[in-house]
């Protein structure tokens, strides 16, 4: 039977969060990056990133097989209380319910921090990620059409929106991820 874990990435973690995200940005239309990131940038991205927001990844028998992470929405104040999620699995891991249960996991954070409303922009056509966030309980927004060009086609982006609180009238100030409890994930 696997171990599997589901636990913070630290920053020793990024060469293999790296590795998996590598295959997306040179094999895919599934992220907008087209070159990838010396493994200093990435570990740059990941530590900015990891002031304000969980990010995660899921251990199978010791193995990173998938990581998700939450990210600033917009850049404007009145965005606070909103953030952008994201997801990627090592492709021999696919169909085994690691991604849900990342989202699970980053969702159940950003809620105790204080946040409301998630999105995740899906580039489109991505029907296997199409499908799994609308499961999810995702509502579609729309479509940003042709908005991108990788790997010799025109693409689109397609943003889902998820609640994830009920909205108070005079919200708290969402706190950082390094606020919370240590015992929590």
């Known amino acids: 039977m696997e171990k599997r874990i589901i636990r913070r ?3 020793e973690d990024a060469a293999a ?3 998996i995200y590598e295959t997306y940005i040179t094999d ?12 200093a940038a990435f570990r740059e991205r990941m530590e900015t990133i ?11 028998d010791g193995v990173i097989a998938g990581y998700a ?15 952008d999620l994201s997801v990627y699995i090592n492709e021999k891991y696919h169909r085994k319910h690691i991604a849900s249960e990342l989202y699970d996991e980053v969702i159940r954070l950003l809620q105790k921090q204080g946040y409301y409303t998630v999105y995740a922009g899906v580039s489109t056509p991505n029907p296997e990620s199409e499908a799994f966030h609308e499961a ?15 790997l ?6 397609t943003w889902y929106e998820l609640p994830i609180a009920e909205y108070a009238k005079s919200p708290t100030e969402p706190l950082s ?9």
């Open 9 to 11: 990435a630290t920053l």
């Open 17 to 19: 969060i790296l590795g």
């Open 28 to 39: 895919t239309v599934v992220t907008f990056e087209i070159e990838v990131p010396p493994l």
């Open 50 to 60: 990891m002031v304000q927001f969980p990010w995660l990844v899921c251990e199978v």
């Open 69 to 83: 992470y939450a990210s600033k929405h917009g850049e404007r104040a009145a965005y606070r209380w909103s953030a």
């Open 136 to 150: 999810y309980g995702f509502r579609n927004l729309g479509e940003f059409k042709n908005v991108g060009y990788k």
């Open 152 to 157: 010799g086609k025109w693409l689109g982006v």
């Open 177 to 185: 991820v390094g606020q919370l409890n240590e015992e929590t994930v």
